[in-house]
């Protein structure tokens, strides 16, 4: 239940000599170790609930932001996302990074590329307008993008998927 520490470890080694050599008054001084002992785990215990607990609250945040991210993908700033959530830019981009293993660019681009390859599947939608919808300026970017992601163009990736 516990991963004891130094102090802790001291204690126990304290209270265990404490005992087998029976100076006098040792059953108060094992005693006053044993409170001691207690108020070390207690303290231990306290501290590893607290980051236990902040876990649990960075991956409820992180959960509510990826949604978030994938709810507004065509017009979301990393700056736009720290405000709506209270986070600094940098914080909020290293939380993204460690929860995700992906930068913030990597992550939206990821959830771009996947909307247009379902615009791409399921609509008739001009490549134009899914670049338009899914936030990018420029056609050829999202070209060359979902070239390297898919491994073929937007264009054959319709075709191919009309096929099957």
Known sequence: MFQPNQITKNLVHEIILTYFEQDIFYQQIITFRMTDLMIELMREYHQNHQKENQKLIEHNNI????????????GVSLQSIAKQFGYSQNYLSRMIKQQTGKT???LLQQIRLDYAADYLTK???????????IGYND???????????FGISPHQYRIDRLKK
């Open 63 to 74: 959960s509510s932001i990826l949604s978030y991210i994938r709810n507004n993908y065509s």
């Open 104 to 106: 913030f660019v990597e």
């Open 139 to 149: 056609a050829s970017y999202l070209n060359k993008i979902f070239q390297k992601k």
């Open 123 to 133: 609509t008739n939608l001009t490549l134009d307008k899914i670049n338009e919808m």
